[in-house]
């Protein structure tokens, strides 16, 4: 929508789907919410009673502490709405200096696709608190090989950098200043330095809030027992380590959604917990994530055993081949499964993400991955003797025995 792609109605689903299907569809804000009496209250002033409730209140963008971030033409980016305001901008001021706070996927997809629609037109500088970019989806030697690509595509990358304020002239963004003094000029700026939920409503209800969001059990269900909650807007455990973690992605929503939908049904189908995994294009180049990084790892006590795989996007004889990177992450405990991280410079290879989803779900371990066999065509996969699924598992299968 922000590089005019697509349209808030190409991604958002007709009113009428919802009323064909039986659903009464009701368009309001609830300001008040009674759990003890079961009632919520629009703004109209209108009532409507419930049996049984489901939140799913989502989250929005953390508002930055920044001097000047009230100044028109900065902005942040949550909503469907966010993406329109900032459109719309673009459209009407036709800023050229873009200035992004935050180096996450948010911000460096934004970036890409502006920078793509409009080449030579843009100058574009990315400032990250941590030392790389994407810092909670890559380990350092992966996301340096990104970043140099992102600066090759005319990105100026300060990393490891801080802004102090925003500066502004006559109510509008004008440049932001580092720590160190450094003043970049803008006259856009976007700010992703993370999310928070919404839950304000779920205060009113006075359900079980912790650190990241609404207390849910393994079913979705919160602290009152006709009270259910999935999204952004509820507390996650992480499916390895079995702490509470901080996720905000599309893919556990919707499957909370479906949960929720079948816990209501009759069906008591537990949520897994999250392994946040999440994948992103910038310009030609695909990134992704699941699961613990090696830094992460070590964090959580584990031992890491990191092994990584060259491989390309199809057979070797075929035209167009191009390359792609695998870095997986076992215990060398217990020789699970930890994570994985792809680099790729082809769309196929990084839907292989999910394959290493799905192994960390079924608690496979490395002699298990070195018999792994996929199915393979020369057109859209490399030589069976280049899957490097199993060609990392073969690593460290040889770093076990050393």
Not at 27 to 42: C, E, I, R, S
Not at 77 to 106: C, K, M, Q, W
Not at 121 to 134: G, W
Not at 157 to 175: H, P, Q
Request: overall charge neutral.
């Amino acid at each position: 929508m922000v590089a005019g792609v697509a349209t808030v109605d190409s991604i958002t689903n007709p009113d009428r789907m919802f009323e064909e299907a039986g659903i009464k569809v009701v368009l309001g804000k609830v300001v008040q919410a009674d759990a003890v009496n079961k009632t919520l209250m629009l703004a109209d002033g209108s009532t409507i009673r419930f049996d049984k409730l489901i939140l799913g209140l989502g989250a929005r963008q953390m508002v930055s502490p920044l001097a000047g971030s009230t100044l028109r033409g900065v902005f942040t980016l949550r909503s469907a709405a966010d993406a329109t305001h900032l459109r719309d901008y673009l459209d009407a001021e036709n800023p050229r200096r873009l200035v992004f706070i935050g180096a996450g996927y948010t911000n460096l997809e934004t970036a890409s696709l502006l920078l793509s629609a409009k080449p030579n037109f843009y100058t574009a500088t990315v400032i990250e608190l941590m030392q790389y970019p994407l810092p909670l989806m890559l380990d350092r030697e992966l996301a340096q090989g990104v970043q140099d690509y992102l600066e090759e595509k005319g990105l100026k990358m300060k990393m490891g950098e801080k802004a102090a304020r925003i500066l502004g002239k006559d109510g509008r963004v004008s440049g932001v200043e580092l720590t160190s003094g450094e003043e970049i000029p803008a006259d856009f700026v976007l700010i992703a330095v993370g999310a928070t939920p919404n839950l304000e409503l779920a205060q009113q209800l006075d359900l079980a809030i912790e650190k990241f969001g609404i207390q849910v059990n393994e079913f979705l269900e919160t602290s009152h027992p006709d009270i259910l909650a999935g999204g952004d807007c509820v507390e996650k455990l992480h499916f390895i380590t079995k702490k509470p973690v901080l996720s905000m992605l599309r893919g556990p929503a919707v499957i909370q959604g479906r949960l929720m939908a079948k816990r209501l049904a009759g069906h008591a189908i537990p949520f897994p917990g999250v392994l946040n995994n999440s994948a992103v294009k910038l310009f030609d180049k695909y990134c992704a994530s699941v699961g613990l990084t090696e830094e992460t790892a070590r964090r959580e006590g584990f031992e890491p055993l990191p092994v990584s795989a060259a491989s390309r996007s199809k057979h070797g004889m075929i035209p167009g081949v191009k390359p792609w990177t695998l870095k997986l992450v076992f215990d060398r405990q217990t020789h699970k499964l930890l994570g994985g991280q792809i680099i790729s410079d082809s769309e196929s290879p990084v839907k292989e993400i999910d394959t290493i989803n799905a192994l960390i779900l079924g608690g496979k371990t490395i002699p298990d991955l070195t018999v792994l066999m996929c199915a393979g065509t020369p057109d859209c996969s490399s030589e069976p003797s280049l899957e490097p699924i199993t060609i990392c598992a073969e690593q460290a299968l040889q770093k076990l025995s050393k």
